[in-house]
């Protein structure tokens, strides 16, 4: 609770100061200003609560992108690299995790990449913060082999009444390296699983 406190009091402050211009230039009569100020509190309060979850995520170094874009994973293992694209839920961080350790947390457009040792594993996405509450956690199940690389688009989809997180797996690595040459790689830790 204590990680809402923050966009809470932040959207008191923020429906008390437009409550107060639009007191002062718009409705100077009457207390119409008093809804508007709510609504601006609370739009700012809901706002800063689903992006409550975010962390502070490193950006890869040349070495790890070098990597990532090579598309060659390192002997013995594979490449798993999953990135998110899409405008909703953009600044809502989705954390990542395979085989239930978390690795990365995605906000959008970005990309991590990460060595994994081959056979059969499981990426899951849940968003943190307010956001989570709001959207469905999702899995997807692959197989990695040796040698290859698994690449995952994941967009975040509105629903009537609750968001969802969905994975597609790609295939056409040069159209998915031409995308990500122009996307932020994210620092995964650990760097390897």
């Keep these: 609770m204590n990680k809402y406190i923050q966009p809470i009091i932040i ?6 100061c437009g409550a107060i211009l639009i007191k002062m230039f718009v409705f100077p009569d009457g207390p119409l200003y008093i809804v508007y100020g709510l609504g601006i509190g609370a739009f700012f309060a809901y706002i800063l609560s689903n992006l409550a979850g975010n962390k ?4 890869a170094g040349g070495a790890e992108r070098q990597l990532a874009m090579g598309m060659r994973p390192p002997l013995g293992k594979s490449l798993l690299i999953p990135y998110r ?16 350790q978390e690795f990365v947390q995605l906000t959008s457009p970005k990309f991590a990449c990460i060595a994994i040792s081959p056979g059969r594993h499981t990426l899951t996405g849940a968003f943190g913060g307010f956001a989570g509450a709001q959207s469905k956690a999702a899995s997807f199940d692959f197989d990695a082999p040796q040698g290859g690389v698994v690449v995952v688009r994941i ?25 990500l040459d122009h996307f932020q790689m994210a620092a995964s830790s650990p760097s390897t699983l």
Excluded: H, I
């Excluded at 405008?87 to 239930?100: E, I, Q, R, S, W």
């Design 85 to 100: 694209e899409g405008f909703v839920a953009k600044l809502a961080g989705l954390n990542l995790a395979l085989d239930g």
């Design 56 to 59: 502070k995520v490193a950006a």
């Design 155 to 179: 967009n975040a989809r509105m629903g009537l009444v609750q968001g969802a997180v969905v994975f597609t797996p790609e295939t056409d690595l040069a159209a998915v390296k031409a995308k």
């Design 11 to 16: 959207g008191v402050l923020a429906g008390v």
